[in-house]
């Protein structure tokens, strides 16, 4: 069962109840497209990203960052800056820090929505069954996705996605049905 949720600020940005002409699918430009081609990998029970997967063990990894389980460790393994990916306009104010318009932080939001769509189809493929969660976030600085595998009694950021006040949340979790 695929489930989609975000905050009242992605909602009141997608415009969920726009006719579909009206929002045109979310391109994947060939780096990124060669970023996710590898696919998805399973490594003593985490999931990554075959071309982010590092030389060291998960374990090893947590040990040493401190995190404190392995959704942790695939957020931040599995973790990338849309923007990097996309027609965006990023200007530097004069205080140095980035700034993205609205409509683009838009643009990176429904990217990171196609990504989860792939992401979701090349963990059916690789490792059947398993429920993960894509999380998308963009706000004026940047924009960033994720995936973690749903674990019971783990979860990374926040449940109540409202909490985020100066970002745009949209998650994606694809929870096989048991049993067909």
């Given at each position: 069962?695929?489930?989609?949720?975000?905050?009242?600020?992605?909602?009141?940005?997608?415009?969920?109840?726009?006719?579909?002409?009206?929002?045109?699918?979310?391109?994947?430009?060939?780096?990124?497209?060669?970023?996710?081609?590898p696919g998805v990998v399973e490594s003593e029970g985490a999931l990554v990203f075959a071309a982010h997967r590092s030389s060291g063990s998960?374990?090893?990894?947590?040990?040493?960052?401190?995190?404190?389980?392995?959704?942790?460790?695939?957020?931040?393994?599995?973790?990338?800056?849309?923007?990097?990916?996309?027609?965006?306009?990023?200007?530097?104010?004069?205080?140095?820090?980035?700034?993205?318009?609205?409509?683009?932080?838009?643009?990176?939001?429904?990217?990171?929505?196609?990504?989860?769509?792939?992401?979701?189809?090349?963990?059916?493929?690789?490792?059947?069954?398993?429920?993960?969660?894509?999380?998308v976030s963009a706000n004026d600085t940047n924009g960033v996705f994720r995936f973690h595998r749903i674990r019971s009694g783990e979860r990374?950021?926040?449940?109540?996605?409202?909490?985020?006040?100066?970002?745009?949340?949209?998650?994606?979790?694809?929870?096989?049905?048991?049993?067909?």
């Open positions: 069962m695929l489930t989609l949720s975000m905050n009242e600020s992605a909602a009141a940005a997608l415009h969920p109840l726009r006719p579909a002409a009206a929002l045109p699918a979310a391109e994947l430009h060939d780096e990124l497209r060669d970023k996710l081609s998960p374990t090893a990894a947590i040990a040493r960052m401190g995190w404190p389980d392995l959704t942790h460790y695939e957020c931040q393994v599995n973790s990338f800056h849309l923007e990097d990916y996309a027609p965006v306009e990023v200007t530097v104010l004069e205080d140095g820090q980035p700034h993205i318009s609205l409509a683009d932080q838009v643009t990176l939001l429904r990217l990171g929505m196609a990504v989860a769509d792939v992401v979701c189809g090349l963990v059916r493929t690789s490792v059947p069954g398993t429920p993960i969660r894509c999380i990374w950021g926040v449940h109540d996605l409202d909490r985020y006040r100066s970002d745009m949340v949209v998650t994606v979790e694809d929870q096989p049905l048991r049993g067909r």
